[in-house]
């Protein structure tokens, strides 16, 4: 099975997140050709997965997606925004999916974008029902592995949120290696009240020991360029 143009027309092929790993993946389809997206609904289903099929990318932009790991085919030309454009948006979002882009001849040097914008794939028709399916296979897997990761990192902020301001700077104290009595005199606090912080920031955070919560202050350090979020120190 293979994906052709026709002549004279081209085929044109946040709340609190919660992954559902027992989930079938999703597998959305952006395309105006309505050939094209039942071909492509019905290989994906027979594939094991869910298809979910969109006319234009306005409709999809609209529809609420599932946490579940999914990717998206997209056409690149479309009767409203565009794929790249689309592809912009999600990524403003940080939308959690990895995209795969399938269009016709002539449009090798938009691939160049759309690859360095992080695209997992771009298949220029006619496309084979193998290198579709393989580059599905391959953005489904990355699309769960940056869903567990972004579960991750949500809750790691809802931990973090839990802190007082005392209780946050604190953490950072404790990470950066200073001791109790150092912290204590660094915060103009008592010995007591510090180990007091202390304790709770570890029952907060849930961490087992200070090697723990040392790589938990670091995955927050890294993500607090791109959150409202702010971290003492990590300026």
């Not at 579940?68 to 689309?86: A, N, Q, R, T």
């Not at 795969?100 to 974008?113: A, K, L, M, W, Y």
């Not at 298949?123 to 972004?150: H, N, Y």
Request: charged content about 25%; proline content about 6%; some cysteine.
């Amino acid at each position: 099975m293979s994906f052709a143009c026709t002549p004279g027309r081209e085929l044109r092929s946040s709340n609190t997140p919660h992954a559902t790993p027992n989930s079938k993946p999703i597998v959305y389809v952006v395309d105006d050709d309505v050939s094209v997206r039942e071909s492509l609904e019905q290989l994906i289903r027979i594939a094991g997965l869910q298809p979910k099929t969109f006319a234009s990318a306005q409709e999809f932009l609209d529809h609420p997606r599932s946490l579940v790991p999914s990717c998206l085919v997209l056409d690149m030309h479309l009767p409203d925004l565009d794929g790249l454009e689309l592809q912009k948006r999600l990524t403003a979002e940080r939308t959690v999916l990895p995209i795969i882009f399938i269009t016709g001849c002539g449009d090798v040097p938009r691939s160049v974008q759309a690859m360095k914008a992080g695209a997992v794939e771009f298949l220029i028709k006619p496309v084979s029902t193998e290198a579709l399916l393989s580059s599905i296979q391959q953005a489904i897997v990355r699309g769960r592995i940056a869903l567990d990761r972004a579960v991750e990192m949500h809750d790691l902020w809802a931990r973090y949120r839990l802190l007082s301001p005392r209780e946050r700077q604190v953490m950072a104290l404790v990470v950066s290696g200073l001791l109790n009595k150092q912290i204590s005199s660094e915060l103009g606090i008592t010995l007591i009240t510090v180990k007091t912080h202390r304790g709770r920031v570890m029952h907060k955070m849930r961490a087992d020991s200070v090697a723990e919560l040392v790589r938990m202050f670091a995955k927050l350090r890294r993500a607090s360029t791109t959150e409202t979020e702010s971290l003492p120190g990590a300026a």
